[in-house]
């Protein structure tokens, strides 16, 4: 079977069983460097302010990487034009991604750093609505979505536009002209995101619930990645120690835990749910649960990449820090918080997707915000125990409870994708 038919000479259209492209995992190398850039300007601002200026940058990196995968969906990335323009998008991600730290501040000299990120961002987003266009020939409804697309984002463009301008003797203090320009990106996002929910599902396709779900798990592991790569970076300049040692395996034990709540049995259920669905029932199922819930669960994940490069600076630096010193602050609550963040989204998706709850997840969730007050106390390292003990222990309880679906459910899996089933059972 073919992975698609012509829609004209240069494109490829996706149809039902489609799979990613190896062009598309080569266009999210560049949200693993962005990703990279959100935590390392978090980490170097680590306040209320600063915090809140990187989860604005995620949801516009996140905006943008989901327009593409819409696109995706419907014609294959990696040919005709469409891989031609791609590239031209990746160099033009990347630009916007290596202006991330000048996003809010313009640093001296140069060019004007806010002016490049939206200039670069708009260009982005005007590329994916022409792509599109081209792509939905023949199809009068998904064009007309389109047009509407259009508004809400030239409406945040033109606020990021506006904030990127704002000259900096709008007052004697720079940092009001900094809060100004955050505020006019809340609006922005606000114009973009609303715009979309607002406009509503008809029109738009999924043409492949596998390539859709495929695409989606992988940003996820993008992200997972990015908290591992946090962790090597927080140690990069410190002699390797048995602290160390022991906050990398902690971390790692963590960031296991996060992938295990999702692909085990969540992202299999996810899809077939999504499968079954038709027309405008199917987009508003893609467009909500990944979209916009899938969000929270990167945003969770980036927090946490935030809090394990604050623990590792504190068990591994003996000239600022003991190994007795509580995390105390935004650090604490970007570690613990990320996970609770992450598990919300879950909660959120899976109400979404398969109209049930998963209380164990809820219930770790309650948890971890109890805990936060008794980490508060402990050593840094201790405090990383804690909630990798506490994420070892939802998974445990998890194939305890749900083990026999869930057993069937990955026979099935493994049976329909070729791996045979689990041998002994």
Known sequence: MTDGTRRGPRMRVMTEGASVTPLELFFDLVFVYALTQVTALMATDLTWPGLGRGLLLLA??????????????TVRADEGVVRVVLFAVIATMFVVAATIPEAFVDLPGGLSGPVVFAACYLAVRVLHLTLYWYAARGDAGLRRQLVRAALPMLGGAVLLFTAALLPPYLTDDPARVVALRTLLWVLALAVDYGGIMAIGAAGWQIFSAAHWTERHGLIIIVALGESLVAIGVGITALPISWPIIVASFLGVTVAAALWW????????????????????????????????????????????????????????????????????????????????????????????????????????????????????????LAALGLLAVVCAGMVGVEVVLFGTARRALRDEFLHEHGAGGAPGR
């Open 60 to 73: 516009l990196l996140w905006w943008c990487w989901c327009c593409y995968a819409w696109l995706g969906n």
């Open 261 to 380: 709540a999702y692909f085990d049995v969540v992202s299999i259920a996810a899809e077939r749910v999504l499968a079954r669905a038709r027309g405008a029932e199917r987009a508003a199922l893609g467009r909500d649960s990944y979209t916009y819930l899938h969000l929270p669960m990167v945003a969770g994940i980036i927090l946490l990449a935030l809090g394990f490069k604050k623990v590792l600076a504190y068990v591994g630096d003996g000239t600022h820090h003991r190994l007795t010193d509580p995390l105390h602050g935004l650090g604490l609550l970007a570690l613990y918080g990320g996970v609770i963040l992450y598990l919300l989204g879950h909660v959120g998706f899976r109400l979404r997707n398969m109209r049930s709850v998963n209380w164990p997840r809820v219930a770790t969730t309650v948890l971890l915000v109890l805990l936060l007050p008794v980490a508060d106390h402990l050593p840094a």
